[in-house]
């Protein structure tokens, strides 16, 4: 039996890294959550969920929980903060493995590169007139640039590293203290998806999805420009509804009714599932013009569907994406309106194979699994 202690903040897919991880005979799983992000995070049933699980506790910051009698041969720290690396130090053993899951947020900080180099041309102006440039750095990477030395000491002793992109490494190695091999470990993505019909977007769809939050890492300014250059006649629908920074989210609404009036439609609540289906089967454009990895279950979902998708080419989803052979474009050399007026004919839904959102991944735990007992 392999005895595992999972330590997460929140991924907002809580229910199914523990539902996933439970079903594999020969582990046994601890988890520790934090409790005040589990609830904001997750939905009534699925926090009720993780409440009635006897293998699951939950930690704060003014105490933690005491976990007695189990010694772990690993520990997977999920994200990375100063309270999960004290409750890494506090369970591991001189025996035990530390696998780093990374989300792929903690990667764009000073830990690893200029956190600034995640916004575009327009974002990083609007930014620096706004003066959020050093709030949105303050509040986004505090917990980790105030701990820097703890983070560099934890990412030095990390056995393993299972970014989302297996091409995030290339970002994780400029980190010179690391010297972990990459490892592949799933997050229950297929436990959410196995359970969605994937509907066709209507064949009259003309409108523009801009995602996928309310994040300046979205650089929204940068894509309301070019849309508008283009002088393109449709609804242009902007989900402002996650990651949200006030200040940024009003300026960002002023900017778009002024470049497109009417035909702009923020959406400042979250949209259910069904909502934010319907809404997305009316666009034949997807725009993710990320820097930094980001909503890759809703630009799998918008591939699918038959929609042209653009990103930022210089993006670690782009890059990896286009090398998995995926129908994707991009974003600072492709959209033009040729291309953006072609139809969708020859857009296939080229997901069903991959190697991202659809495979086994009870084997892919099992598989990382013996990988890291041989190593």
Not at 158 to 170: A, H, I, K, Q, T
Not at 326 to 336: D, G, M
Request: hydrophobic content about 35%.
């Amino acid at each position: 039996m392999i005895n595992i202690l999972h330590i997460l903040k929140s991924t907002k897919r809580d229910k199914n890294i523990v539902s996933l991880y439970d079903s594999i005979e020969g582990i046994n799983n601890s988890y520790l959550f934090d409790r005040n992000l589990v609830h904001q995070k997750n939905s009534e049933n699925d926090y009720h969920f993780l409440k009635q699980k006897e293998n699951v506790s939950f930690y704060d910051n003014s105490k933690d929980i005491i976990l007695t009698n189990i010694s772990f041969d690993y520990i997977f720290v999920y994200a990375l903060s100063a309270h999960q690396i004290r409750l890494c130090e506090k369970y591991k053993s001189s025996n035990t493995k530390i696998v780093w899951v990374s989300l792929g947020g903690e990667l764009y900080s000073n830990l690893f590169m200029n956190v600034n180099d995640i916004y575009q041309k327009e974002t990083l102006v609007a930014l620096k007139s706004l003066n959020l440039l050093r709030s949105t750095f303050r509040e986004v990477f505090y917990k980790i640039i105030k701990t820097n030395s703890s983070a560099n000491r934890f990412l030095k002793n990390v056995d393993f590293v299972s970014p989302r992109l297996e091409n995030e490494m290339e970002i994780i190695k400029k980190n010179k203290k690391i010297a972990a091999p990459y490892i592949r470990l799933p997050l229950g993505d297929n436990i959410e998806r196995s359970q969605e019909k994937i509907n066709k977007i209507d064949s009259a769809a003309s409108e523009v999805y801009v995602g996928p939050s309310a994040a300046p890492s979205s650089n929204h300014l940068d894509v309301f420009k070019k849309i508008f250059d283009l002088k393109l006649n449709t609804k242009v629908n902007v989900t402002l509804s996650y990651k949200i920074k006030k200040d940024y989210q009003e300026y960002i609404i002023k900017k778009g009714y002024e470049y497109f009036g009417d035909n702009f439609t923020p959406q400042t609540s979250f949209y259910s599932k069904n909502e934010f289906d319907a809404m997305l089967n009316n666009c034949k454009i997807a725009i993710f013009n990320n820097e930094r990895q980001e909503g890759l279950l809703t630009i799998a979902n918008c591939i699918e569907k038959g929609m042209k998708v653009f990103l930022s080419e210089t993006s670690p989803s782009y890059k990896y994406l286009q090398k998995a052979g995926y129908n994707i474009f991009s974003f600072q050399n492709e959209f033009n309106y040729a291309i953006v007026n072609e139809t969708n004919d020859d857009i296939k839904a080229n997901i069903d194979n991959d190697s991202i959102f659809f495979f086994d991944e009870r084997k892919a735990i099992r598989d990382a699994l013996h990988k890291m007992e041989k190593l």
